[in-house]
């Protein structure tokens, strides 16, 4: 069974830097690419960008490009979500996703990370 | 961007009741949507990939169709556990991008 574990929730505050992991357990992160997924309170779901775990290739929504960094590390199987310097506006869930390689959907995600960024 | 314009916001339905959501994506996608089941506090569960095909383990009241542009989620008959909201998603470009939601209530 594939499962994705994410860090804890974190509090921090306006222009701090954070990063967050998404573990996957049962089978190679290799195997297939992973997408973050943001949802902000009360809201619907953002794609935010993804990575091939195999060589580290990365796609982002144009309005986070270099906002936040998408990375992985295939020796432990783990994909990270990274900002070097939050916005209040960052406040939200962040849930990780494993992404078909043919048809794009997201069939296995994590339980998620709270992040709350506040002064 | 692509967009995707998923109806109603919101739906009020009765267990046993049949139920359709729809997404209308902005341009060609053909086959590339998918469908996810969301309850309170947890992630996202897929339903439907690829327009019509039933995710292993989903109930097969549940299924999914394509028209042109159009999708549709249909829920033949509603179990209390269905009561949720549901998003659509398209794989075909980046950025991929998701409906606004239908909150399915009682």
């Known amino acids: 069974e594939v499962q994705l574990v994410q860090s804890g929730a974190e509090v921090k505050k306006p222009g701090e830097s954070l990063r967050i992991s998404c573990k996957v357990a049962g089978y190679s992160l290799t195997t297939n690419w992973i997408s973050w997924v943001r949802q902000m309170p009360g809201k619907g779901l953002e794609w935010m960008g993804r990575i091939d775990p195999n060589d580290s290739y990365t796609n982002y929504r144009q309005s986070l490009q270099g906002h936040v960094t998408i990375s992985a590390d295939k020796s432990i199987n783990t994909a990270y979500l990274q900002w070097s310097s939050l916005k209040a506006s960052d406040t939200a869930m962040y849930y990780c996703?494993?992404?078909?390689?043919?048809?794009?959907?997201?069939?296995?995600w994590g339980q998620g990370t709270l992040v709350t960024v506040s002064s | 961007d692509i967009q995707m314009t998923q109806s109603p916001s919101s739906l009020s339905a009765s267990v046993g009741d049949r139920v359709t959501i729809t997404c209308r994506a902005s341009q060609a996608i053909y086959n590339y949507l998918n469908w996810y089941q969301q309850k309170p506090g947890k992630a996202p569960n897929l339903l439907i990939y690829?327009?019509?095909n039933l995710q292993s383990g989903v109930p097969s009241r549940f299924s999914g169709s394509r028209s042109g542009t159009d999708f549709t989620l249909s829920i033949s008959t509603l179990h209390p556990e269905d009561f949720a909201t549901y998003f659509c998603h398209q794989s075909h470009s980046t950025p991929n991008t998701f409906g606004q939601g239908t909150k399915l209530e009682i």
């Open positions: 690829a327009a019509s």
């Open positions: 996703a494993t992404r078909d390689g043919s048809l794009g959907f997201f069939d296995n």
